[in-house]
């Protein structure tokens, strides 16, 4: 079956725009997580859904990153007047349910490049 | 809070001999544990999970990893190596103090010579 995806795959932005960052989980699946993955380093959590719950928003660095998951489906991450620092591939993951056991399916990612 | 140290950042192997990226996670009661895999430019992929069954988890490609609960480790290994082996790792734990957001170790670049 389909897998999660992403879109877009790449994204080149000047400092200052806003971007928007889509993810499409696998089907059922009621957990979306998404995270930050900077050059050369490991995942940074930035947030997680779980079915309608209030979802997780400690891991997001500022109040320029938001996201939001329509219909217990599609998320959408937003990034507000973007900086350099934010350069980065972001991952959304998700997960049959959001319990430890499960494990989560990765999406390819979309890279930022903010010039 | 739930924390997990992969102890390695680069391992360097020869092609057809063994692969040990070790694990440790901080916990007082066994969470669950798995490894992914990260090619070039690609997602993660899940190899192995560990969710309280049987000790010696057995994953995709080859690669096995055991938890021992008295030494806090997860650490994975496969008996030969491949070209195809080369990538980053990463060790993740979950389900320690009730979270379910899993926390993941910085990874381990596995580099395997010809």
């Known amino acids: 079956g389909a897998g999660v995806s992403q879109s877009p795959s790449n994204k080149v932005t000047e400092k200052g725009k806003d971007v928007e960052l889509r993810c499409d989980p696998i089907?059922?699946?009621?957990?979306l997580y998404w995270y930050r993955q900077s050059l050369g380093q490991g995942l940074e959590f930035l947030i997680y859904?779980?079915?309608?719950?209030?979802?997780?928003k400690s891991g997001l660095p500022s109040d320029r990153f938001s996201a939001e998951r329509t219909g217990g489906s599609v998320s959408t991450l937003t990034i507000q007047r973007t900086q350099q620092e934010d350069s980065a591939v972001y991952l959304c993951a998700s997960s049959f349910r959001g319990l430890a056991a499960y494990e989560q399916y990765f999406g390819p990612g979309t890279r930022l490049t903010v010039t | 809070a739930q924390s997990v140290t992969q102890l390695d950042s680069h391992v360097s192997v020869s092609e057809g001999t063994p692969v040990l990226l070790r694990c440790n996670y901080s916990?007082?009661?066994?969470?669950?544990l798995f490894w992914y895999v990260q090619h070039p430019n690609k997602g993660l992929q899940l190899l192995l999970k560990?969710?309280?069954?049987?000790?010696l988890v057995k994953g995709i490609n080859g690669f096995e990893a055991e938890f021992k609960k008295s030494e806090t480790s997860f650490h994975l290994t496969k008996p030969s190596a491949h070209m195809s082996d080369a990538a980053e790792y990463f060790c993740v734990v979950s389900g320690m103090g009730g979270s379910y957001i899993p926390t993941f170790g910085r990874g381990t670049s596995l580099i395997v010579h010809p």
């Open positions: 916990s007082s009661y066994s969470p669950s």
């Open positions: 560990y969710t309280s069954a049987a000790t």
């Open positions: 089907s059922g699946h009621t957990a």
């Open positions: 859904f779980q079915g309608n719950s209030a979802p997780d």
